[in-house]
């Protein structure tokens, strides 16, 4: 286990693929970078949406991912990339089930 940032972030091989994370957690600096750059989430809302965290822990996720933030939004891309086969390749059961009984989906 590698930990970064005054024991705040760690990097655990086999936990969350291996991608920075909140010590301790299964949040990830990626995921802090979202809720506060695209949700518009401030440091306090995100701690009370998730109060098990500090915000000592996500103001060191926030100052990670500036520290490390092309690889950070290249993970971003490749997880957004990877959702977007997965649901390219798996079809909507419920779209499905409106298909047949409809015939079409709006």
Request: proline share 3%.
């Amino acid at each position: 286990m590698t930990i970064v940032i005054n024991n705040h972030i760690e990097i655990t091989q086999g936990i969350c693929g291996g991608k920075p994370r909140i010590a301790g957690h299964r949040i990830r600096v990626e995921d802090i970078a979202i809720w506060h750059e695209r949700m518009g989430l401030s440091a306090d809302e995100i701690v009370s949406q998730y109060p098990t965290i500090t915000l000592s822990d996500v103001y060191s996720a926030l100052a990670y991912y500036h520290d490390h933030f092309q690889e950070i939004r290249q993970q971003i891309a490749e997880d957004e990339a990877f959702a977007i086969e997965m649901k390219a390749k798996t079809p909507s059961l419920l779209q499905q089930k409106l298909k047949e009984r409809y015939g079409r989906i709006n």
